[in-house]
């Protein structure tokens, strides 16, 4: 039973990951934003839903520590797991924003995160706060400031007669298949999981990730095969940065998350580190362009730290 959930859980995700990479595009068309933006906020905001609810449902449960192991797992897989198996199907081109703008963004949260963790081992109630407010401004600053003809590969020209309630629809049937795709996947995971005796949280930084990052391969994959690259790259950059100042600021909001010794001395280092082995790999030895090579060095990579968070 619990393969079924899996197997049904991947096919949601699929599903949702298609109509969310089709209403984002339509959007860039008909407001004419540029679709690296819409990958950076409505497509970003939406995969990173599974981590929300995850993360919310832990705290209201009791358990908000779910809520830091989450993100950190999802914020590695996206980067290790889903732009290393993306760049291993297709070259993707890195754009000057990425290095101006979005990365310097990325990685100022991930050390913002750090420190708040760092000082007590808990992410007060305060500092989700501030992680929330800060992502606030970092909406605002892309939507104001981003060059709104910067279209990038193919555009499916029918997405221009596209009706503002058909793009309701969509966006609604997406949000409704992401939620219900990433419940099985990670239910059925998860069960899987505690029958061969996995603990919780091996399975919240590991399984629980992948499970909550299946959106934001499922939505790469299909921006890939359409040729959009420019909301692949923005959706996962994007995805980290929500992940951090929506999932962790809102949850810490609710109730503040206290941080397992070993979250501190290990997850969170190798999330830093994903974070710099990208833009190293983008900029050498070819810059712009991440290739299969790199890809597969960033996937190596990841199967390394699953290896890791298992064995210890």
């Known amino acids: 039973m619990n393969i079924i959930f899996i197997f049904l859980g991947f096919l949601l995700l699929v599903v949702g990951g298609e109509f969310i990479v089709r209403s984002s595009v339509a959007l860039s068309l008909k407001f004419n934003i540029s679709k690296f933006v819409i990958g950076m906020t409505v497509v970003s905001f939406a995969t990173s839903l599974p981590e929300l609810i995850v993360s919310v449902n832990a705290a209201l449960n009791n358990s908000p520590s779910i809520a830091i192991n989450n993100v950190i797992g999802s914020n590695i897989a996206n980067i290790g797991?889903?732009?290393?198996?993306?760049?291993?199907?297709g070259k993707i081109t890195v754009d000057n924003y990425f290095y101006k703008r979005d990365w310097p963004w990325?990685?100022?949260?991930?050390?913002?995160?750090?420190?708040?963790?760092?000082?007590?081992?808990?992410?007060?109630?305060?500092?989700?706060?501030?992680?929330?407010?800060i992502l606030i401004f970092f909406t605002l600053t892309i939507i104001k400031k981003s060059n709104y003809l910067d279209f990038k590969g193919s555009i499916d020209d029918e997405l221009l007669k596209t009706s503002n309630f058909k793009i309701f629809v969509w966006l609604i049937i997406s949000s409704i298949t992401l939620y219900f795709g990433s419940e099985f996947l990670v239910d059925g995971a998860v069960n899987l999981a505690k029958q061969i005796s996995i603990s919780e949280a091996v399975i919240s930084v590991t399984i629980v990730a992948i499970g909550t990052s299946v959106p934001e391969l499922a939505a790469s994959l299909v921006a890939i095969a359409k040729k959009e690259e420019g909301i692949s790259v923005g959706n996962l950059i994007g995805s980290n940065i929500y992940n951090i100042g929506s999932v962790l600021g809102i949850t810490a909001m609710i109730k503040e998350i206290p941080i397992a010794e070993?979250?501190?001395?290990?997850?969170?280092?190798?999330?830093?580190?994903?974070?710099?082995?990208?833009?190293?790999?983008?900029?050498?030895?070819?810059?712009n362009y991440l290739t299969s090579f790199k890809g597969l060095i960033m996937f190596s990579m990841y199967l390394y730290f699953i290896y890791i968070a298992f064995v210890q």
């Open 106 to 133: 990325m990685f100022f949260f991930s050390l913002l995160m750090w420190f708040f963790i760092s000082q007590d081992s808990v992410l007060q109630k305060y500092e989700g706060l501030i992680l929330f407010l």
């Open 262 to 287: 070993e979250i501190i001395q290990r997850d969170i280092i190798w999330m830093l580190i994903f974070a710099l082995i990208v833009i190293i790999l983008a900029i050498i030895p070819r810059k």
């Open 81 to 89: 797991l889903v732009l290393g198996l993306v760049s291993i199907l």
